[in-house]
């Protein structure tokens, strides 16, 4: 079976760039074409017109194109989780001068950025703020981020849609004042001397679901061969013993032609925040592997929630029924014959 599959540039596509160059796939009697698209939008869309017969997605805008509420209604199944967390919050280094917050505990960040963004509200411009997309865990961190400094985002901010390999150099230009996006593209921003990483993903939403395989319902009948094939290449890279290498594939001018170590330092949890070298630690700051991997119909409700907060659905029990029946385990437990699982 040959297969076209496509991903955004980010660490977290590595389940699908391993199951395919590490051989996975292959040995699954799979054939399989990584197309690497710019934009989340399009790769929705491309998804949506069978341009593409599986993609690592936005598990948000996965459940957006289910519902139809971003870009033309789509059946599709989610039989795997890719992973969980990966993102952070970046400001500019002028923001994060003029926040001044004294220490890197949340809390202080997140109040020292409210207090800035009520006086620019007040007596200039706002503060414009980057996300991947509107049904992104991205959008949904922002605001936690925004509501835990006591701001109100929707009265204070302006916030923009950018695509992940174009967001740092959009903080660079001075086009937005922060950006929340997933590794390694805040990492850049970092190395290159005009980003500083306010806060962590995983410190605003723990074990946070991101990016899922979603399969259009052909594709989904058949995922067996696909499901065990990328669950194994996620395995592998949950393996430390592995990340050196991971890090090279990755990294390389195929996928996000950028320094490895700006991708290693993701999978070990030690990242950056500045470039005057302060780091921090966050064990689970991305998180692939075998006990992520089994789609939880409870991370469709808290997706579903956050969706609720932001305005952007009203929650109705006929729409909960839709949403959570994209989030297929039954799948996932097939492909390896397993029993049914409680998630």
Known sequence: MRLALGYVPLVDAAPLVVAVEGGFA??????????RESSWATLRDKLALGLLDGAHMLAPLAIASVLGISGPETRLAVPLALNLNGNAITVSRDLWAEMAPGDEDLDAVASAFGRVARERAQRERPLTLGTVHPFSSHTYQLRLFAARGGLDLDAAIRMVVIPPPRIAEALQAGHIDGFCAGTPWNSLAVDEGYGRIAAFGCELAPDCPEKVLALPPYAAAASGA??????????????????????????????????????RGALAGTVAVDSDGTRRDAANFVTFGADIERPRPSHVDWLLD????????????????????????????????EGTVSP
């Open 306 to 337: 956050r969706m609720a907060a932001a305005a952007q659905i009203i929650l109705t029990p006929a729409l909960t029924e839709r949403a959570r029946a994209l989030y297929r385990p039954d799948l996932y437990d097939a492909a390896w014959g």
């Open 26 to 35: 292959a040995a699954e009697g799979l054939c399989v074409d990584l197309v």
């Open 226 to 263: 696909l499901v065990r094939a990328v669950s194994l290449a996620g395995r592998w890279c949950a393996d430390p013993r592995n990340h050196d290498e991971l890090a090279r594939l990755l990294a390389g001018p195929d996928h996000l032609d950028i320094a490895p170590g700006l991708v």
